[in-house]
């Protein structure tokens, strides 16, 4: 019953009631599946949103109606055959479905090759839709990430020759495009399999297609959990740079931390903030000792379905959100395994959870099961 869910984040409420602002304002739900105006469920993981000229283009993976059996993946539901999806909203809650796959090349071989994680970006030097995904045919092979272009945000999205990265011998588990709004110069970061085992951010050219060479390492980890997803954003009322990394699982339903970065560049040097952003609900404590690999909950090592993050999500982005007098809201953005009433894979819930600030530091997260959002 939505109305009897009764948690509302304080701080954006009040902001609305105190503001008088002109502005839109949507109430968003963490509770309840996002429909989309067919009245199916959206099919959109672990990709991004992006707002442009009044309206929110939400880019992400399209899942079978699969069922993942066990608290952790099994290789098969959620890996072929991945396409992605594009929804439109002018608001946040009203969704329409303009396609289901907008890169129409990658059902050449997504029977075969996995494909995951769809972040895209305009480049207004070359007026170019840019969407850079992690690619099996790379991830985990070599130092290539993929890219496609675009002259419009609704695609379709053509697939251009990879980029090389120079940070790294061999890309791992997560690829994430950045562009600093600033200065239109994209960034892509990265973790690799060759040791020592690193996260990486790298400059791309200014037409976004390759590398300038530059890049920097902000996180070493040779021992698990080495980390991954997460998501990279700039705080535009305050110019600082963040990176949010969450400890490594396969489509695990305890969810993930996430440790926190900060600079003044994007290409650092960066500083590690001192409190995890996340911790376990019911003020436990994770057990890191005990956690050998991606199988075991950091919350409860010997129950896998026991206590979760308070986040039960794993992070793949950061949402800004352009408000009303240049104010921006930024949301965790991750994906809740597991957590779907009938068990689809591909109806699985999103988190949404908005950041808050302490000076440079990112306050650690709450949950909420919904808030409100006032937009441009």
């Known amino acids: 019953d ?202 791309l050219t200014p037409d976004w297609m390759g590398s300038t060479g530059k890049h920097t390492t902000f996180f070493i980890k040779n021992t698990y959990p080495w980390y991954e997803g997460g998501g990279m954003f700039k705080n535009r009322m305050s110019g600082m740079f963040y990176i949010m990394i969450g400890s490594d699982c396969c489509f695990c339903q305890w969810g993930s931390d996430a440790l926190v970065f900060s600079a003044k560049h994007p290409l650092g040097p960066w500083t590690q903030q001192t409190l995890d952003a996340i911790d376990c609900a019911n003020d436990k404590i994770p057990q890191w000792s005990a956690v050998t690999n991606g199988t075991i909950n950091p919350c409860d090592p010997q129950n896998p379905s026991g206590t979760f993050f308070e986040i039960p999500a794993q992070q793949f982005n950061v949402i800004e959100i352009e408000g009303d007098e240049d104010r921006f809201t930024y949301l965790y953005y991750g994906e809740r395994s597991k957590s779907a009433p009938d068990r689809l894979k591909s109806h699985n819930f999103q988190a949404w959870i908005p950041l808050q600030f302490d000076g440079n530091e990112i306050r650690s997260l709450q949950w909420v099961d919904q808030f409100m959002v006032d937009m441009k």
């Not at 469920?41 to 990709?47: E, P, Q, S, Y």
């Open 2 to 203: 939505v109305m009897a869910l009764k948690i509302i984040h304080p701080v954006l409420l009040l902001l609305f009631y105190i503001s008088g602002s002109q502005s839109r304002v949507s109430r968003i739900y963490n509770t309840v599946p996002r429909r989309d105006t067919a009245g199916s469920i959206v099919n959109a993981h672990d990709g991004c949103i992006v707002q442009h000229e009044g309206m929110f283009y939400m880019y992400g993976t399209v899942y079978e109606n699969c069922t993942q059996p066990g608290p952790v993946c099994n290789g098969e539901c959620g890996y072929y055959p991945n396409t992605f999806a594009l929804y439109t909203s002018p608001d946040l809650t009203t969704w329409t479905l303009r396609s289901n796959n907008v890169i129409p090349e990658m059902s050449k071989d997504n029977m075969r090759v996995s494909y995951w994680m769809p972040n895209v970006a305009y480049n207004t030097k070359t007026k170019t839709w840019v969407m850079q995904y992690w690619d099996g045919k790379y991830g985990f092979q070599d130092s290539r990430i993929a890219i496609a272009t675009s002259p419009t945000p609704l695609g379709p999205f053509a697939i251009q020759p990879p980029i090389t990265m120079t940070g790294g011998k061999i890309i791992s588990s997560t690829t994430g495009l950045f562009v600093d709004p600033a200065t239109n110069t994209a960034y892509v970061r990265y973790n690799t399999r060759d040791s020592p085992l690193r996260h990486v951010v790298e400059e």
